[in-house]
């Protein structure tokens, strides 16, 4: 004990007092209760399973599953909530969740029997049942949110035709259903929470059966907590922290900073590059999903010279996706070749096989043959969202190839506009091309078609009037390809079904309404240490399995 008795100079007060507190620290923290960490549950916790920070810059404009239908909010809802169907990571087929089945599917195609899930709660406590489920589907319909058209289009009915026994009734036959069925904001909320009504949402707040519950709903973050009574597998992981960063650089400081765990959405392609970088020398992780975002061109059939079909198919043969893919991506993308993404087993890239990439000698020809040289070029504007930086520099990228590779024959010329007038002036017909990015509302080859191509009111010589052509700026009208659209909806035989999608593509390549240019790509970044990052096939980054 010597120690104690050193020098007498004039620091050795403070000495002993800090050896003295020191000494006293450590018989507290020694004799103390080996479970109790001293942190509260919001803590970070660097070496257990503790509260999971996740860095973004989606800002949700909504909590309430009837009206939410951007990605930052639907991502939540898809957190907080639990389907009646959903995916296995890394896969397309749906699986039951609150149902405990696949759907029984009368002989004509258009009622579905589904059975429920018992003692299954929601974060109120109140009993889920086929009553509650039924109940949610009412209100998805009739408070008529962004994302109601969804079942409207296709539902009749839905009713509990026994305590946990759902039974829907559709106008028409859909074989899509289930994976509609498996759409996040398709989800049960409480009966006492909630009501029907239109427009009667509750934008702040979520009750529902999922593995978290939410706990706070701000400006800048939110959390959520464990709900204790879950039914199914607890998470890894103590609760989740959403921080929201105001711009991509902030995410990108942030996560090199260490201030967020996990990183997605949204950074520009040159700060994703970055981080890969960096990951490869071991700094965090850089996780690698593919997905199931498109981009397209679509060409206004209406607008001279689209209106020619081969001037059409001559922009279709001079894009080169691989200069779009290194100069515009840095890689973190693929090049498409059909409308359909290469994740469905229905995609056959039918653009590589008719056109190929960068092909220009056939443009040249094609517009040759069309009537157009050097001295009367084929003209055409391209679109885009100001807000976009990817499109953007897609644009400019397509006008330097056509400058550089059709010798003056055809000519791009690009123009930029603020979002909100980009989107509300798409159905008026007034721009020649436009590129667009499509975020699929459920994972089937429907759902990349028929909002596209679908045409209600039209004809050959006018183009699409009402219809999903006429919304998505092609205003492409033909017969066959409305039959075809009805065929694969009704077609319950996945086989044949798979043929008509393959004939559906091949129609697109020869009439070009479309271009399709990539397919996403998605990274998210983890600190070392993180383990259970991954993403569901419609772009959700799974909380539940996150953990340290």
């Not at 916790?45 to 309430?64: A, C, H, M, S």
């Not at 994976?179 to 239109?198: H, M, R």
């Not at 965090?284 to 059409?312: C, E, F, H």
């Not at 009537?371 to 391209?382: Q, R």
Request: charged fraction near 20%; glycine fraction near 6%.
């Amino acid at each position: 004990m010597t120690w104690f008795s050193l020098s007498l100079k004039p620091w050795g007060g403070i000495t002993k007092f800090l050896c003295l507190f020191c000494l006293c620290l450590l018989l507290i923290v020694s004799c103390g209760n080996p479970q109790q960490t001293g942190t509260s549950p919001s803590d970070v916790n660097t070496t257990g399973n503790g509260r999971i920070t996740v860095g973004t810059t989606q800002k949700p404009r909504t909590l309430d599953p009837a009206d939410a239908y951007e990605l930052a909010s639907l991502g939540l809802v898809y957190n907080m909530s639990d389907r009646l169907y959903t995916y296995e990571p890394g896969s397309t087929e749906i699986k039951p969740q609150l149902a405990t089945a696949l759907p029984q599917i009368s002989q004509d195609g258009l009622t579905y029997t589904i059975p429920l899930r018992q003692g299954v709660v929601f974060h109120d406590e109140t009993p889920f049942n086929a009553e509650a489920m039924a109940f949610s589907l009412k209100r998805f319909l009739q408070n008529k949110g962004k994302p109601s058209f969804l079942l409207a289009d296709v539902v009749e009915s839905a009713k509990a035709t026994g305590n946990y026994e759902l039974t829907i009734k559709l106008k028409k036959p859909f074989a899509a259903f289930p994976s509609l069925l498996a759409f996040s904001g398709v989800c049960p909320v409480s009966p006492k929470v909630y009501e029907i009504g239109e427009g009667k949402f509750k934008p702040n707040i979520f009750v529902g059966t999922g593995p978290y519950k939410l706990a706070n709903f701000g400006p800048d973050s939110v959390q959520f907590d464990v709900f204790e009574k879950y039914w199914g597998e607890k998470p890894a992981n103590n609760g989740i922290k959403l921080q929201i960063l105001s711009s991509g650089v902030n995410l990108y400081n942030a996560f090199r900073k260490k201030s967020v765990d996990v990183a997605y959405l949204s950074m520009d392609p040159d700060q994703v590059r970055s981080l890969k970088d960096k990951a490869k020398n071991g700094d965090w992780q850089a996780i690698p999903t593919q997905g199931s975002v498109m981009s397209y061109m679509a060409l206004n059939q209406n607008q001279k010279p689209l209106d020619n079909p081969v001037v059409r198919q001559a922009i279709a043969s001079m894009i080169d996706r691989s200069q779009i893919k290194e100069r515009v991506w840095y890689g973190q993308a693929d090049p498409a070749y059909s409308m359909i993404p290469t994740t469905l087993n229905v995609y056959k890239p039918v653009f590589q096989k008719q056109y190929g990439d960068g092909n220009t000698e056939k443009a040249k020809q094609l517009l040759t043959s069309a009537g157009f040289s050097k001295s009367n070029p084929a003209k055409v504007e391209i679109w885009y969202p100001s807000s976009s930086p990817p499109r953007s520099l897609a644009a400019i990228v397509l006008k330097a190839l056509a400058k550089k590779t059709m010798d003056g024959i055809l000519q791009f010329e690009v123009v930029a506009v603020d979002s909100t007038t980009f989107f509300q002036q798409i159905p008026k017909g007034i721009y020649p091309a436009i590129l667009l990015d499509w975020y699929p509302d459920f994972l089937d080859a429907d759902n990349y078609i028929q909002p596209f191509l679908s045409c209600d009111k039209g004809s050959t010589a006018k183009g699409c009037l009402d219809g999903g052509s006429q919304s998505q700026g092609s205003f492409y009208y033909s017969d066959r390809m409305n039959k075809l659209i009805d065929q694969q909806r009704q077609e319950q035989n996945p086989e044949v079904r798979q043929k008509i999608f393959t004939e559906i593509q091949e129609l697109i390549a020869k009439d070009v309404p479309y271009v399709p240019l990539w397919q996403s790509k998605d990274f998210v970044f983890a600190q070392k240490g993180m383990a259970g990052v991954q993403l569901d096939p419609t772009q959700n980054l799974i909380y539940r399995a996150i953990k340290k």
